[in-house]
Nanobody, 124 residues
């Protein structure tokens, strides 16, 4: 089992920044990649970004590319999502997820473990 705990969400004005953290515990050695997803009210969950633990290769949704940066600290088993130039459209609950197999990191079905989510609200 892998336990994921997100933090760092909150209320920010459009154009501002937030950094989300996701601390992983448990069988973290079995995890290949970590991803961030988000879900806005009345909308489907969507992929935001992902990073492989080994090598640090990153993947981004087009909607956040050049604004968001995903990174990982292997020693702390923590993944971060730095979000800059935030827009009202970024308002959502953000979820951290862990995958131990596969390679389609933009698909939610690739991830076995999920955090409880953290709310990000961007006021316009």
């Amino acid at each position: 089992q892998v336990r994921l705990v997100e933090s760092g969400g909150g209320l920010v004005q459009a154009g501002g920044s937030l950094r989300l953290s996701c601390a992983a515990s448990g069988r973290t050695f079995s995890s290949l990649a970590m991803g961030w997803f988000r879900q806005a009210p009345g909308k489907e969950r969507e992929f935001v970004a992902a990073v492989r633990w080994s090598g640090g290769t990153t993947y981004y949704a087009d909607s956040v590319k050049d604004r968001f940066t995903i990174s990982r600290d292997n020693a702390k088993n923590t993944v971060y999502l730095q979000m800059n130039s935030l827009k009202a459209a970024d308002t959502a609950v953000y979820y951290c997820a862990a995958a131990s197999y596969g390679s389609a990191w933009s698909l939610g079905s690739s991830y076995e473990y999920w955090g409880q989510g953290t709310q990000v609200t961007v006021s316009s």
